[in-house]
């Protein structure tokens, strides 16, 4: 006990207000030890479950929908919009989800657009849906406009395209739904497929049908291009190839 | 260097390290875009990421109580509280390294704003801690 005793004092050279402060030294430095294991603690198990693989997500591959789970990544989404808000020319593109050339554009020409115009911050494109061909075309409209009220509808947008069925053939199921919403990383789907119906969604379906007449838009996909200031104008396209986007887009960014 | 100096540089540090999470907070509550983000966008990925929050709370609003608490030690500067300080900062360039990781390993994106949070961090540390080493020696 003696020896105990011993071993608990301090040097008898060490100043009192020396093991004052190593004791405020060892308390200090253990509560920032604690501090941070309750905040990583914390911090990992509110995220575990959710979006522990974040950006639009690998949940995507095993929930065996196709599309490219990268594809968005670090792009800003409000509403229907993607891109930074700050970009100087807005593309408008006019759409339907069932439209097979559509889904050639989304899959195959909008991944360069969108490295050379959007993640730059150059150009924002703004979805607007038709809903021509058919109900699935209104059923997966109704739901793209419900992940907007998310910031989400862009994800939502490429999921359908990638995984496009015959047209009119039902393939908008509640199913293929449901794994869409779950795929997306920050989207809760229940929410998207519950507010899916909404009145208000009806009523910006019929604002998009008079933006398309206002615009000439006589098939999909047809495309606008707008500067601050500028009205917008169609963009007369040979081929949905990306070279055929860019003398439009880069006279747009010209002042 | 003096001590003045030294709790002039932590007050500085604190100040823009709460510029920046003020301004994190401010974009989380608005749901705006995080503006001037260097590396294309990945502000808006990280914020919107799930560990963006603790318990609902948005991070950035812990490193802001964070960075406020660590100017109040500053302002009252005792031996105490320098060391509460030091511990304070050096738990929060703890955290920021985990949640840099984080972007890097996981979300895949970084936050040029959570960077910079990050630099503050580190250097906030260094000066609280070297702080309270020199009040140690006298």
Known sequence: ?255 | MSDRALRLAVAALALAGAAIAGYLTWAWYGGDTVGLCLTGGGCETVQRSSYAKLAGIPVSALGLAAYAAILGLTALDGPQSRAVAAGLSVAGLAFSVYLLVLQLAVIDAICSWCVGNDAVALVLAGATVLRFRLSDRF
């Open chain 1, 1 to 255: 006990m003696a020896s105990g005793k011993k071993r608990v004092q301090a040097p008898s050279g060490t100043p009192p207000g020396r093991r004052a402060s190593r004791r405020t030294l060892l308390l200090a430095g253990g509560g920032a030890a604690v501090v941070v294991v309750v905040l990583v603690a914390v911090s990992v198990l509110s995220s575990s479950g959710k979006d522990s693989q974040p950006p639009l997500v690998t949940t995507a591959e095993t929930s065996g929908l196709a599309g490219d789970p990268k594809l968005l990544d670090g792009i800003p989404q409000h509403g229907l919009v993607l891109g930074s808000p700050k970009a100087p020319v807005t593309m408008v593109e006019y759409a339907d989800l069932q439209c097979p050339y559509c889904a050639e554009f989304a899959t195959g020409t909008l991944p360069t657009l969108l490295d050379e115009y959007v993640r730059p911050g150059k150009v924002k494109i703004e979805f607007r849906g038709l809903a021509f061909v058919g109900d699935d075309s209104r059923k997966a409209l109704r739901v793209v406009l419900a992940a907007a009220e998310q910031n989400r509808a862009w994800n939502v947008i490429d999921l359908l395209f990638a995984n496009q069925g015959e047209e009119n053939k039902g393939w908008v199921t509640d199913d293929l739904l449901r794994r869409v919403g779950g795929a997306i990383a920050g989207l809760d789907g229940a929410k998207m497929l519950s507010n899916a119906d909404k009145p208000l969604h009806e009523e910006q379906m019929r604002e998009m049908d008079r933006e398309a007449q206002t615009d000439g838009v006589r098939g999909t996909p047809t495309f606008t291009v707008a500067r601050a200031g500028v009205p917008p104008g169609q963009i007369s396209l040979a081929s949905l190839d990306a070279a055929a986007f860019r003398p439009a887009l880069d006279a747009a960014l010209t002042p």
